[in-house]
């Protein structure tokens, strides 16, 4: 059955870069796209970039000039890279897949809460 | 972007009543909405996709509608177990914009 899971580091100082890695199993990420999606705690989800099938990339405006998104298709493996963190990016992180290149979250993985403090 | 406002924030119902969520988009969207259930402490649960399809395993008493800019989704005969918070999330363009949410309390 299809499985996402996050990994990475629970805190980041401020400014610093967070790196988090979503490991996959179930299907192929050169069939299926993955995403990215964060929340803040309390609030709504916030969609922060996608991995096309075809490895292209989609991001969120608001995020672009600080986000990065990248694939090891070898390893199952999508990648998250976010510089200049601040606190307001406090929040669950959580990568999600899309079937058959559809637009909609269709599997998400457990989530990893990222704090920013110092 | 297409801003997605949703409402009430907030929803109390006894149990076997019918509960009905808005979301209404800020540009036109077609059928392009999605509504997910996010328990306490879990991630969000894909219920209902584009075309108000019910996702496989999904009990029939949810539901949704709509077209454009306004769309509602409803739970007939509410359940104990149906407690968490919904979101609408609009797939027409990118961003993917979601709801700020609904929170279903059960008396």
């Known amino acids: 059955q299809v499985q996402l899971k996050e990994s990475g580091p629970g805190l980041v100082q401020p400014s610093e870069t967070l790196s988090l890695t979503c490991t996959v199993s179930?299907?192929?990420?050169?069939?299926?796209?993955v995403s990215w999606v964060r929340q803040p705690s309390g609030k709504g989800p916030e969609w922060m970039g996608r991995m096309w099938y075809d490895g292209d990339t989609a991001y969120n405006s608001a995020l672009k000039s600080r986000l990065s998104i990248s694939r090891d298709t070898s390893k199952n493996q999508v990648f998250l890279k976010m510089n200049s963190l601040q606190t307001d990016d406090t929040g669950t992180y959580y990568c999600?897949?899309?079937?058959?290149?559809?637009?909609?979250?269709?599997?998400w993985g457990q989530g990893t809460l990222v704090t920013v403090s110092s | 972007e297409t801003t997605v406002t949703q409402s009430p924030a907030s929803l109390s119902m006894a149990v076997g009543e019918k509960v009905s969520i808005s979301c209404k988009t800020s540009t036109d969207i077609d059928d392009d909405m999605n509504w997910y259930q996010q328990k306490s402490g879990e991630a969000p649960k894909l219920l209902i996709s584009?075309?108000?399809t019910l996702r496989p395993g999904v009990p029939s008493r949810f539901s949704s509608s709509g077209y454009g800019t306004d769309f509602v989704f409803t739970i007939n005969n509410v359940l104990l177990g149906d407690e968490g918070i919904y979101y609408c999330q609009q797939s027409d363009n990118v961003p993917y914009t979601f709801g700020a949410g609904t929170k279903l309390e059960l008396k």
């Open positions: 584009e075309g108000n």
């Open positions: 999600t897949s899309h079937t058959m290149g559809m637009d909609w979250f269709a599997y």
């Open positions: 179930g299907f192929s990420l050169t069939s299926y796209s």
